[in-house]
Nanobody, 121 residues
Framework: QVQLVESGGGSVQPGGSLLLSCKVP??????????MAWYRQSPGKTRELVACSTGNALTNYADSVKGRFRIYRDNAKNILYLQMDNLKPEDTAVYYCNRKSDSTCLGGGSWGKGTTVTVSS
């Protein structure tokens, strides 16, 4: 298991923005080749995929966040980001960083402990 560390969560009003970060240990080459994803879990709900970036630089997003969120990575720093704009109350959740076991967006892999995002007026 790889210890991932998320940061950047907080409280924001609807329409606001947050930038989540996930620091991944290991070497730069390994980071760039793995699939990396952000998931979220709201109280009483199952964990859901928010966005994923493959080792081939392909991305996919949950329909609910398309056009508002952007996943990207800094391979030189081994950091995965999630830029979240136009936040809505339904985006309130604990957000988890996930490193896949290969270059795809499939399967499990390693997880961080999560960072909390609260969207409320």
């Amino acid at each position: 298991q790889v210890q991932l560390v998320e940061s950047g969560g907080g409280s924001v009003q609807p329409g606001g923005s947050l930038l989540l970060s996930c620091k991944v240990p290991g070497n730069m080459y390994m980071f760039s080749t793995y699939g990396m994803a952000w998931y979220r879990q709201s109280p009483g709900k199952t964990r859901e995929l928010v966005a994923c970036s493959t080792g081939n630089a392909l991305t996919n997003y949950a329909d609910s966040v398309k056009g508002r969120f952007r996943i990207y990575r800094d391979n030189a720093k081994n950091i995965l980001y999630l830029q979240m704009d136009n936040l809505k109350p339904e985006d309130t959740a604990v957000y988890y960083c996930n490193r896949k076991s290969d270059s795809t967006c499939l399967g499990g892999g390693s997880w961080g402990k999560g960072t909390t995002v609260t969207v409320s007026s």
